[in-house]
């Protein structure tokens, strides 16, 4: 079956440090997002790509970057962690643009001390 | 710019009670509208969604959902709650481009 698989599940990392989140989907699908998930807040759109290539920030893009360079792969990169960026971060992939249900990973529990 | 809101952070319901969860959205045209539920630990699973047409939609899970575009609201239903429905729930609306979520309402379920 296809599935979005995120990795690591946990991961705690010190303030400053570059972290990389990894996300891989067996769908085949276009578009790819990253959303974080805080407490109060909801699911907030970090960055989305809607092909090989194609990367857009989204709400709460300041910090972190994402790239594409094939249709299964978007890892998400925190270039210096904050503790601000303490969060569960959930990938999301989906078929086309507006109108395709997202097809979610188990989330990657972030903590920046 | 569109937005989400579900005015309940939590509810309480008796298992076998009936359930309503009520989503307003903000936007100029009709948008695409869904709802997903997220058990803890999880991420997120489609329960349905509404695109055009009847405006009652059927989901998984014997929830369903009523699109009324004078009051702009998305509300999901279920006519008898399971204990294993206890979960938290967002709904969610696309325009043009990306998903807007709401904040998310927490179902507890009581015996």
């Known amino acids: 079956d296809a599935e979005i698989t995120q990795s690591p599940r946990h991961k705690i990392t010190e303030t400053g440090r570059q972290v990389t989140l990894a996300c891989h989907q067996t769908?085949?699908?276009?578009?790819m997002f990253w959303y974080r998930q805080d407490l109060g807040h909801g699911l907030r759109l970090i960055h989305y790509?809607?092909?090989?290539?194609?990367?857009n920030k989204g709400e709460v893009s300041d910090g972190y970057s994402v790239s594409r360079s094939n249709t299964e792969d978007l890892p998400l990169t925190l270039e210096s962690a904050a503790s601000s960026q303490t969060s569960v971060y959930f990938c999301?992939?989906?078929?086309?643009?507006?109108?395709?249900?997202?097809?979610f990973g188990n989330g990657t529990r972030l903590t920046v001390t | 710019a569109q937005s989400v809101t579900q005015p309940d952070i939590h509810i309480t319901v008796s298992e076998g009670a009936s359930l309503e969860l009520r989503c307003n959205y903000s936007?100029?045209?009709?948008?695409?509208l869904f709802w997903y539920v997220q058990s803890p630990g999880q991420g997120l699973q489609l329960l349905l969604k509404?695109?055009?047409?009847?405006?009652l939609v059927q989901g998984i899970k014997g929830f369903e959902a009523e699109f009324k575009r004078s009051q702009s609201s998305f509300n999901l239903r279920k006519p008898s709650v399971h204990w294993s429905d206890a979960a938290e729930y967002f709904c969610?609306?696309?325009?043009?481009?990306?998903?807007?979520f709401g904040k998310g309402t927490m179902l507890l379920v009581s015996p």
């Open positions: 999301a992939s989906s078929e086309s643009r507006s109108n395709s249900p997202l097809h």
């Open positions: 769908w085949n699908h276009n578009n």
């Open positions: 790509s809607y092909g090989v290539q194609d990367t």
């Open positions: 936007y100029g045209a009709t948008p695409y």
């Open positions: 509404y695109f055009s047409g009847d405006t």
């Open positions: 969610a609306s696309a325009g043009y481009s990306t998903l807007t």
